[in-house]
């Protein structure tokens, strides 16, 4: 119960905000509050903090004030104790980064992504996609998936279980026409927060038990093709298996099936050193086509996005996302950081320009906020991307 000692302070606060919203809207209507009185401890929480008088969410009794979430996306926890509750996209966070050839520090991207997407909201309209996502999809953020930091083969079976359960699932909305999942039901899409690249192989294995294999576009500075070999006075013994990992995670998920056929795969952005001049067969075996950094300058992004079109088709889509392929001046908290990258500016366009495509699901990786900037850029730029994605989910239903 409300003191009177208190009940009068939030009176004064009350007070405060109406009389500053007085002065803020002098040649506007004002908006009408009834302030409680001391007297009275029946408080109207509601209206006390509502969104007119504070600019900022309006506080309601199912409301989550505080709780940061991606682009303020309802939390849910999803493996628990909301576990009945429908939805249509699901945020995932995936902290892990084990599996990282130089620095590490992705474990903490979910958590960062999220923070740079504070001033997003599921709720606002994307104007130059002219849609507000949630007008289509109930998006939730079912938090992050608590992956064992000491065993990489563990860690990425967490992570595959729980991917494949939030896929399972059936969507809180069907769409008109037939589902493009091979059971013909409609199931929810998954964006992944992560985590180091590798995770995108467990990602891709519960895609593909629903959809089959998909064609992937793959944003960033780095082929991730690379061929597991051994090599001679290596610390492998004969015969000895060679991990998983950032680099060559794609290598896997073209053996096991998951990919595509027919080069209908594409490189985005592609700037890195190569170790011979092999990696591109071994690439092109692997499935992919590539669109180079440096292709920007000579056939604008409008050039980038046709080639991706002309690669995918209306095949069903599959997004991984480096953010190393973002220019380090723009987005330097990675792992691998690339100079000559493509520009927020020019991630936006490209991304734009696919509407249309049939996007079954999407990640975000190597988001190491250790090594951002005061200003967060790298988290602000992922947390944008991942905003757009969810616009381009909800521009188009999964069905053929």
Known sequence: MFTTKVAASLYALALAFVLTSAECESSAQQTTLTVPT????????????????IFHDTWSKDSWN??????????????????ATLYDVAVLGAPFDIATSYRPGARFGPNGIRQGSRRLGIDRINVPMKIRASDYLDIVDCGDVPMVYIDNKVA?????????????????????????????????????LGGDHTITLPLLRGVADIYGPVSVIHFDSHLDTWKPRPMEDSPWLPGEEMPI?????????YKEGLLAPNQSNIHVGIRGALNSWDDYDNDAEVGFVI?????????????VVKKIWETVGDNPV??????????????????????????????????????GLKIVGADIVEVAPAYDTQDEITQIAAANIGWEILALMAKVPLVE
Request: hydrophobic letters at 35%; proline letters at 6%; aromatic letters at 10%.
């Open 245 to 253: 990992s950032h680099g060559n995670y794609f290598y896997y998920a």
């Open 156 to 192: 990425l079976r967490q992570l595959e279980f729980a991917n494949k359960a939030l896929l399972a699932r059936p969507t809180s909305r069907s769409a008109t026409g037939k589902s493009l999942a091979k059971d013909g039901k409609f199931h929810p899409r998954v964006l992944t």
């Open 66 to 83: 505080g709780l940061t979430t991606f682009a303020k996306a309802t939390p849910l926890r999803c493996f628990g104790r909301d576990a």
């Open 318 to 355: 599959y997004i991984t996302l480096d953010i190393d392929v973002i220019d380090p001046g723009m987005a330097p908290a990675t792992g691998t950081p690339e100079i000559g990258g493509i520009t927020t500016r020019e991630i936006k366009k490209i991304l734009q320009g696919m509407s």
């Open 291 to 303: 669109s180079h950094a440096e292709d920007i300058e000579e056939v604008g992004w409008k050039g």
């Open 38 to 53: 001391p007297s009275n401890p029946e408080l109207n929480f509601t209206k006390l903090f509502t969104n007119e008088l």
